[in-house]
């Protein structure tokens, strides 16, 4: 495997944790913003919207730069982010770093995942990829218990100056270990990359990610509060619990990923079985702390890890450019939004069960848009370059 791989995982390990970061400093960032958890809860969806929204513009402004010299300016708008994060004095400080941070890990997503397929071979782009969202998963291994820690501590603001320091790691390890090479694989263009999305097959399999992520983010965004009010949990326990969530994304990740290239769709089909069946088990059991553990563990197992898998298909439905990387990043980003969103909604009508019961309703939705392409799914084909023609309508 590449090192750029390795590298690109750090980057977006850095991105991660700074998404993440709002869901494990919840109370303390409520106190010392002056906001309720709810309003909290909206600056996970804030980064959402950010990235669903902004981070396809910036993609198209940075896609006649060459990869490294597009990832190096993206980490510069997302370090000016963070360490307004940091220096934040208000709630509306806080949302517009939020937003400044999304844009910039969206585009970093799409750029960073179709760097992977430039410099690797298309039989092993799953593997590549599931190695790059290693950084996804090491975020909620390491990133959000370390920084819930630090914010604990030492105060949510050092929490955010802490992953500015990671950044700037990042940062230098991209610029030594990324090479310097053309712009887009396949050489194409804004035209050409913007002509795959005519294609109505593309945005169903696009909505297949987006109720995948959102069935996962109803109830992460809400693990500290369902952990500590209903499962009797200590706040401290609570970063142990994250780290032991964020071991099984990584052990998923990687077994996704050696199954993504060769078995996309069942791939898919049994996370989605399996996610629906640990979400309604969460919310059933939340108030017996064993139960509850082995829950969670199973939506760490089987979330956010289908990431290789939805990548694969979404490249052969459509192209491997950094246009469809991010368009589908986006897509992925709005499930963010609805699980977190309607999750804050649901707790204050039905309380902290509610969005898990939500994850459970957006797992069987996705599940409903994989089965009938795995019914009559065609031999796995490697993705198409940018640009490059891929089978209308068949192709998954």
Not at 263 to 280: E, I, S
Request: some cysteine.
């Amino acid at each position: 495997m590449p090192r750029a791989v390795y590298v690109l995982a750090l980057g977006i390990f850095a991105m991660v944790t700074s998404e993440f970061v709002v869901a494990g400093l919840m109370p303390q960032m409520a106190d010392g913003l002056n906001a309720t958890i709810p309003q909290i809860g909206y600056l996970i969806t804030a980064f959402a919207v950010a990235m669903a929204a902004g981070g396809p513009f910036l993609t198209v402004a940075v896609m006649k730069l060459p990869p490294r010299t597009a990832l190096m300016a993206l980490f510069a708008i997302f370090l000016a982010g963070n360490v307004l994060a940091a220096t934040a004095s208000g709630y509306a400080t806080m949302m517009a770093a939020r937003i400044v941070t999304g844009i910039a890990s969206q585009a970093f997503f799409g750029v960073g995942i179709s760097l992977c397929a430039q410099i690797t071979r298309p039989e092993v782009r799953g593997r590549a990829i599931a190695v790059a969202m290693n950084g996804l998963m090491l975020g909620t291994l390491l990133g959000l218990p370390i920084s819930t820690l630090v914010g604990e501590h030492f105060g949510w603001r050092a929490a955010f100056w802490t992953i500015t320091l990671i950044t700037v790691i990042a940062a230098v390890a991209t610029l030594f270990g990324v090479p310097r090479i053309e712009r887009a694989q396949g050489g194409a263009t804004f035209r050409e990359e913007v002509g795959v999305f005519r294609r109505p097959r593309l945005w169903l399999v696009l909505s297949t990610s987006t109720l995948i992520i959102g069935a996962t983010f109803s109830a992460f965004s809400y693990f500290n509060p369902i952990l500590t009010d209903l499962a009797g949990f200590s706040a401290g326990t609570v970063p142990v619990l994250l780290i032991a969530y964020g071991a099984a994304t990584v052990v998923g990740n990687n077994v996704v990923g050696r199954f993504a290239d060769k078995h996309t769709l069942p791939v898919l089909a049994v996370g989605l079985v399996l996610n629906t069946v640990f979400l309604a088990g969460f919310a059933l059991l939340a108030d017996l702390p064993v139960p509850a553990i082995i829950c969670m563990m199973g939506i760490g197992l089987v979330g956010v890890t289908m990431n290789p898998a939805m990548a694969t298909r979404v490249q052969r439905t459509g192209n491997a450019g950094p246009l469809v990387n991010t368009v589908h990043s986006s897509f992925i980003t709005l499930g963010i939004i609805l699980g977190s969103s309607i999750g804050a909604v649901v707790i204050d009508v039905w309380g902290l069960r509610a969005p898990l019961w939500l994850g459970a309703i957006m797992a069987v939705a996705g599940l409903a848009t994989v089965l009938p392409d795995l019914a009559r799914r065609p031999a796995p084909e490697p993705a198409p370059a940018a640009g490059a023609p891929a089978k209308q309508a068949e192709q998954v």
